[in-house]
Each structure stands twice: as structure tokens, then as C-alpha cells.
């Protein structure tokens, strides 16, 4: 058996030695390079950007109706592989730049569409029935919609000879060279070499966080739906209608969902695949429970959170630094426990938020 010298001398070698300490040094110098610096920055805001769109609907579904949607992740999958397949059969392969991007908008216009609506005849057909049942119910409900969406996805893609994990490549191949590789102006600016893609994700975040913000503040429905967050009872007494409320939200959620999920089939890290599913639904409550339930401006800055937190560790794990390929998902665990530890509510969550 290992004497107690043995052992300190063992530690002292791995902890101090020839290997570790030039590793990390050499880490923490690459670090403060400034093309690191913008690379982990970008990179880090086109993820919450995404994050972003995937956890405002489900954001919102919380704040109105106090419904956990547990099949979120499921419709950000189905979104992805929806969105693949339009692309694929939509494009050829000497279809230009401005041709995929002007068709990808398309798409996710004609997704956001479908999937809403799909979204308020679920709430009209099964969720509606379980409002005065316990959560549970809800949850259970909600989880089962979401693997069987996951089983069909399975199947289907299976049938048609397209792999159900971990990637569909076909559809991931549709990017454009310019966003699928690193981007001129920031290899100019920072010597960085980042996707396109992520500044992409950056302007198509901020202008879909621009419109549920309008939405939410500056129309009168955003104005029903806020106060029936607040007291439904009051806004049912004013005459409002407030079942045809939670219809359009939960609508709403699972489109944007879906929108979350047409992005990822472009991202290098994700693309289509049936483990979407669990990934983004994971992620998806992690935001929401760190930025706190029901909260727009919550959700916003705990996607920034997670996101810079993702690519981050990400780096760090590519660079070598730390070898363990759970890192990210490690990290982000971590900053979930350590939120609901010092405020349980979220950043701008209020104690009790939600229900109808």
C-alpha cells in the first residue's frame, strides 16, 4: 500500500509537475490573446442568442399558464429536422448565398407558422382538459408527447435512410461557405477564426428578442397576457378571454421552439438529431430556472450566462486544458445549483409566478 509520502510526493508531481503547470500556463496566456478573447465572446453570444429563442417560449408557457412543458425539446427537434428536410429538397447544390439565407428566413417563417399551430390544438386537445388536475399530470403529459415525438422522429428518419443520430449531414451541409466558415471580418479585426454562423445567430436572436419584447409591451394582447400572468380571475372578470390566451401562448412556445430548432440544424456543435430532444430541453430549463420563471428580461441574461459559460468551457476543453468532454454540461449544472442556492427564484423571478 501507498505510504502517506509516497502519496504527497505522487500529488505534488501531478499537481506542480512537467505536465499540468506549462499546460495551464500556456492555457491562461492563449486566454487573454485578444482572438481568443473575441472568439469565446462571439462564439458565446451566437449560442444565447439560441438559447434564447429556444427558452422564451417556454418562458412564456410558464408565466401565463404554469405549465412546465416538457416536450419543449421534442419541438425544437421536430423544427430541425422540418427545417432540414425543406432545405434539402428546397436547394440545389449551385444555389448561392443569398439563395440559401433568403430561403432559410423562408423556412423558418413557414416552421414558426406550422408549429404554432400545431402547438394550440395540443393545448386545445390535451393540455386544456388536465388544467385543474395536479402538475403532475402536466408533466407526465407533457414528457410522454415528448418522447413519443422523439420515437416518430426515430422511425421516420430511420425509414428514410437518413441517420437519426448524432447528425443528419445532408441537412447541416445546406449553410452557406459564408457562414460555415470563419468570418472575414472578425479574422481581419481579431485574427479570430469564427464561424459566420454565430454572428448570424447573433442578428437573428436580437431581432426575434425585439419582436416578443413588442409584442409582450407595445400590443394590447401582450398587455392580456402579462396581466393574466399577474391575476387571471381579475382579467376574466373584465371580459377577457383568457383560455384563448393560454391557446395562442402555448402556441407561441412551441413555435419558437421550433424556430430554435431550424438554427440548430445549422450550428457545427448540434445539427438534427433525435438527441435534440433531452439537450435542448435541459438547457432550455436551465436558462429559464437561472433567469427565473416567467421572466422575459431573466431569460435574456441568463441565456448571455449560459451561453459565454458554454463556449467557454468549450474552449477550454478543445485547447486541452481540462480533458473531459462533459465540461460544458458540467459547468452549467454547476451554475444551476449554485443559482437556485443563493436565489431559488431566479435572477428576476419573482417567489410565486404563474398558473391560471
Not at 502519496?7 to 499546460?23: I, S
Not at 454565430?198 to 437573428?204: D, P
Not at 436558462?287 to 451561453?307: E, N, Q
Amino acid at each position: 500500500m501507498m505510504d502517506t509520502l509516497t502519496l504527497l510526493t505522487t500529488l505534488e508531481a501531478v499537481l506542480v509537475g512537467d505536465t499540468l503547470t506549462p499546460l495551464f500556463t500556456d492555457g491562461l496566456r492563449s486566454f487573454f490573446r485578444p482572438d481568443t478573447l473575441a472568439r469565446i465572446f462571439i462564439e458565446g453570444l451566437g449560442k444565447a442568442a439560441i438559447y434564447f429563442i429556444i427558452a422564451i417560449g417556454l418562458t412564456l408557457v410558464f408565466g401565463l399558464m404554469g405549465i412546465l412543458n416538457f416536450a419543449h425539446g421534442a419541438f425544437a427537434m421536430v423544427g430541425a429536422y422540418l427545417g432540414g428536410i425543406l432545405m434539402v429538397v428546397g436547394l440545389s447544390s449551385g444555389s448561392g448565398t443569398f439563395t440559401r439565407i433568403a430561403f432559410f428566413v423562408v423556412v423558418v417563417a413557414v416552421i414558426f407558422a406550422l408549429l404554432t399551430a400545431v402547438g394550440a390544438a395540443l393545448e386545445i386537445g390535451l393540455v386544456r382538459p388536465i388544467y385543474d388536475r395536479t402538475p403532475m399530470y402536466q408533466i407526465l403529459l407533457t414528457f410522454g408527447v415528448g418522447l413519443i415525438l422523439e420515437e416518430l422522429a426515430r422511425i421516420i428518419a430511420s425509414a428514410r435512410g437518413i441517420q437519426p443520430e448524432p447528425t443528419w449531414a445532408a441537412a447541416q451541409a445546406t449553410i452557406p461557405t459564408v457562414l460555415g466558415t470563419p468570418s472575414e471580418i472578425l479574422l481581419n479585426l481579431f485574427g479570430a477564426r469564427i464561424r459566420g454562423f454565430y454572428l448570424f445567430a447573433i442578428v437573428a436572436g436580437a431581432i426575434l428578442a425585439a419582436i416578443v419584447w413588442a409584442f409582450l409591451t407595445k400590443t394590447l394582447y401582450g398587455l392580456y397576457i402579462r396581466a393574466g400572468s399577474e391575476d387571471p380571475e381579475m382579467v376574466e372578470a373584465l371580459g377577457i378571454d383568457v383560455r384563448k390566451a393560454f391557446t395562442v401562448v402555448f402556441g407561441l412556445g412551441i413555435g419558437l421552439a421550433a424556430v430554435g430548432g431550424v438554427f440548430l440544424m445549422w450550428d457545427p456543435t448540434e445539427g438534427p438529431s433525435v438527441l435534440l430532444n433531452l439537450d435542448v430541453l435541459l438547457y432550455a430549463f436551465v436558462v429559464v430556472v437561472i433567469g427565473g420563471l416567467g421572466s422575459f428580461k431573466g431569460t435574456l441574461v441568463a441565456a448571455i450566462i449560459v451561453g459565454m459559460a458554454d463556449s467557454f468551457t468549450t474552449w477550454v476543453f478543445a485547447r486541452g486544458i481540462i480533458d473531459f468532454s462533459g465540461l460544458p454540461e458540467v459547468t452549467i449544472f454547476l451554475l444551476l445549483v449554485i443559482a437556485l442556492i443563493v436565489r431559488p427564484q431566479g435572477l428576476y423571478g419573482v417567489e410565486e409566478v404563474g398558473g391560471h
